[in-house]
């Protein structure tokens, strides 16, 4: 059999995991930084559990795992003949693997609130699946890095997480990165200005689509699902209204004078503005209010965010987030209001990738190999190997004792700095040598050197 790995994942050599753990550690860091503590869930869920929360296109991408022995016999066969896959999928699963970090914490939530001390502040740096068409900057498997506030409706928990952002970009030199904001209060005020409050998920999907198809894709697009075309030219000029933040939320705010949902709305994003401004704004990312983002997860009920690099679209955004009022309602708990953010691990490693950002020389490769000279030595280098470790020095032991040739251009290979040379008659003389590979010099110590010379040398480039 030919090996391969299924078409949306990726395997990673030693020195990717390596830079890949160097970005996770720069969220981690300021996730910590900012009071979030972390949690982990499964990889898995029951169906019903993640299933309705994610609207018709995200409930087609999730990966649902099939039941196994008797469960199998309750499959609905009827569904299947009359076409109805998703209802005949349902009745042959019971699980599916996590769509997002989001409704797994709303569950856990609930789940453990006894034990939790609002408002909960929570961070988790996971995997998850989605059963989407692998392109660019788009995977079925990949890792999400995500901080929630649950347990208080304050906007200055918005304001916490655009710092948040605003930290994490400054901390890994990326520059040119836009955090789009809008509301979702008003996207639904548009709605019904419109006429279109009974369609609102159909129309908040159709426009999320914007940076990918322009504002004509979108106009075609409502038109063609039956929008009236003379409403959506009233939307189309507030959506191309290139006024600064305020100017254009307070134009947007007359038109709907009177709208108690939709002042809300202009109001929050309005206390958000300003007060960011009051603490001296944001240093690394600039903040602009755009009426077209809609973020296609039907569980935001509030202030929404996407994280951009307008100078390098075709990567998509690298983060998003929003409030979300009800999400907790499904497991039974309600008033309980949450608002997260997510940092999309594997754009922002591109990014880093493509602008340079990333570390030439992680150093944590191992710095010393103790070369093999056969048995009657081996035990006395792994005495000494085990002392190198004490000290927090990477170390390892050439497990054979092959030519000393191939042993140095295994260190050679691995950019190993050191090789500690000990045969018989080192062993004899109770000393070693150790070699220097990049220098290709080599000094003589006695064995009883080794913890008052030797290895605080070694400590030095660890």
């Known amino acids: 059999m030919k090996p391969s790995i299924p078409k949306g994942t990726r395997d990673f050599i030693p020195y990717e995991v390596g830079l890949r753990n160097f970005v996770k550690e720069k969220i981690k860091f300021n996730f910590e930084l900012f009071g979030f503590e972390p949690i982990e ?6 169906l019903e559990t993640i299933t309705g929360k994610y609207g018709n296109d995200g409930e087609q991408l999730i990966f649902k795992i099939l039941s196994n022995g008797e469960k199998l016999s309750k499959a609905d066969l009827n569904s299947y003949e009359r076409k109805n896959y998703s209802k005949f999928a349902s009745s042959i699963s019971e699980k599916a693997l996590r769509y997002d970090l989001t409704v797994p914490f709303s569950r856990y939530v609930v789940q453990h609130q006894n034990e939790l001390t609002f408002p909960f502040k929570r961070y988790q740096l996971q995997t998850v ?19 929630d506030i649950v347990g208080g409706n304050s906007l200055w928990q918005e304001i916490e997480l655009c710092m948040l952002y605003d930290r994490i970009i400054h901390d890994i030199g990326l520059k040119g990165v836009l955090l789009r904001i809008n509301n979702r209060k008003i996207l639904y005020g548009f709605s019904e200005l419109l006429g279109f409050e009974s369609r609102f998920v159909e129309f908040t999907t159709i426009l999320d689509k914007l940076d990918k198809i322009k504002f004509e894709g979108v106009k075609k697009e409502l038109i063609k699902q039956n929008f009236s075309e003379n409403k959506v030219q009233i939307l189309e000029e507030f ?30 994003l309005l206390f958000i503005i300003d007060n960011i401004e009051l603490i001296s704004g944001l240093e690394s990312i600039d903040l602009k209010f755009d009426l077209s983002l809609a973020r296609g997860l039907g ?15 075709e990567i998509g955004s690298i983060g998003g987030g929003g409030r979300y009022d009800n999400l907790t309602e499904s497991f039974g708990k309600k008033n309980l209001s949450g608002v997260g953010i997510s940092v999309g691990f594997e754009r922002l490693y591109m990014v880093m990738q493509k602008f340079k950002l990333l570390p030439e020389d992680l150093n944590n490769k191992v710095n010393v ?12 280098c792994n005495s000494i ?11 390892e032991f050439y497990p054979q004792d092959s030519k000393l040739k191939k042993q140095l251009s295994y260190a050679n290979t691995k950019k190993i700095e050191y090789v500690i040379l000990l045969g018989d008659e080192e062993l004899k003389n109770e000393e070693f040598i150790l070699k220097t590979m990049r220098e290709g010099t080599q000094t003589n110590f006695k064995i009883s050197q080794l913890e008052s010379i030797i290895i605080p040398k070694l400590g030095k480039i660890n």
């Open 41 to 46: 869930t499964p990889s898995f869920e029951k």
């Open 129 to 147: 699946w989605r059963a989407d068409r692998p392109q660019y900057g788009r995977f079925q498997e990949f890792l999400q890095c995500d901080a």
């Open 239 to 268: 959506i191309l209204d290139e006024g600064s933040n305020k100017s254009k939320l307070e134009r947007i705010k007359e038109v709907f004078e009177g709208s108690k949902i939709s002042s809300e709305g202009i109001n929050e």
């Open 299 to 313: 569980y935001y009920t509030g202030s929404i965010f996407e994280l951009v690099i307008p100078n390098f679209p």
């Open 369 to 380: 190999l103790i070369a093999n000279f056969g048995k009657n030595t081996a035990l006395t």
């Open 385 to 395: 190997l085990k002392k190198l470790r004490a000290n927090g020095i990477k170390s």
